[in-house]
């Protein structure tokens, strides 16, 4: 069974742009979250999506959205880009089945760069 | 709010040798799960293991262990017979009940295995 892929592992982009970031989860994996790794705040959670909807929310400001598709797969995007949205973003699936199926499976991460 | 701290930003140990990293935690809700994860240099975030907070028995995983104690709020990792491969950033984290996910992680601690 295939991971978790996020797609481009890679990306930069100039201050003011906007990006879109993908993620597929493990099939039969039906939500989605999303997260910012920095070297200074660490691992923050973004958001989760559950059956296209979004479940939960961290302390981000308005120019962070997502949105999750009828297949699961979810998008993240962020507009007017600032230098300190430089980040590795990773996506995590899970079951979500139930509470107690709630491990998370990551992906590989996308490693935005914001010049 | 729910926090998750840990103290030991690196931590090394011999080959062989066995090693604990520290993991404290902070949250008012009764029903949560506890996890750790590593993150090896390839970046994927990897499920180490995880404990639901209420079972009094502590998880164990081949040479993972984990020391739960509920009334102090501590959650450590022994890692029995490190190997080189055990050499990698480790991530505590606390994910509650709030009808999502929503995972906090701590600052993570690096861990070096010595040959």
């Known amino acids: 069974k295939a991971g978790v892929t996020q797609t481009p592992r890679y990306l930069i982009k100039t201050r003011g742009q906007q990006v879109t970031l993908s993620c597929s989860p493990i099939s039969g994996h039906r939500s989605v979250s999303w997260y910012q790794q920095t070297p200074g705040q660490g691992l923050q959670f973004l958001f989760e999506y559950f059956s296209e909807t979004q479940r939960n929310k961290g302390n981000f400001p308005g120019r962070f959205s997502g949105r999750q598709f009828s297949n699961s797969r979810s998008e993240m995007n962020v507009s007017t880009l600032e230098l300190g949205d430089s980040a590795l973003y990773l996506c995590?699936?899970?079951?979500?089945?139930?509470?107690?199926?709630?491990?998370?499976?990551f992906g590989a991460g996308t490693r935005l760069s914001v010049l | 709010a729910q926090t998750v701290t840990q103290s030991q930003p690196e931590m090394s140990v011999q080959e062989a040798e066995t090693v604990t990293l520290s993991c404290t935690y902070d949250t008012s809700e009764s029903d949560y799960y506890l996890f750790w994860y590593k993150q090896p240099p390839s970046r994927q975030m990897i499920l180490v293991i995880r404990q639901e907070a209420y079972k009094q028995q502590n998880a164990t995983e081949n040479r993972f262990s984990v020391n739960f104690q509920k009334a102090a709020k501590s959650f450590s990792l022994k890692i029995s017979d490190s190997q080189l491969g055990d050499a990698a950033m480790y991530f505590c984290a606390l994910i509650q009940n709030t009808g999502g996910f929503k995972t906090i992680f701590g600052a993570g601690t690096r861990l070096f295995v010595k040959a």
């Open positions: 995590a699936s899970s079951l979500a089945a139930g509470w107690a199926k709630n491990i998370q499976y």
